[in-house]
């Protein structure tokens, strides 16, 4: 039988995230994070991630992560190009493997992120 989890609104909304620290790598600020990972039975990883305003590198991606921004703000630099994008509510992004950039939470910053 094929497992299936559906995840309403006010799920997400009310979701119980569990603190999990200061993101590694922090360069500023103090960027404590909570999350609620989500069990798909899957090889790749799904959940809520929520971080607190500061920012931290991610050298040389060894995955790729697309997130749906649910509320807050970041920038997001190519460490290559110097290229900055604001991502807040409603964005879209795709993290690819191998991609070094900074992160730089604005504003507390909450992600639907999935890993593989």
Known sequence: MTSRTILHQTDITNAPLIPAGQRK???????QLRVMPIDTGSSGRIGLWEC?????PVIDRIDTEV?????GRATLTDQDSGWAVE??????VILSVGWTCRWDVISPVTNIYVIF
């Open 25 to 31: 790598g922090r360069g500023a600020g103090d960027p």
């Open 52 to 56: 607190a305003p500061g920012g931290w």
């Open 67 to 71: 997130c749906y921004t649910l509320s």
């Open 87 to 92: 991502v807040a509510q409603g964005d879209l």
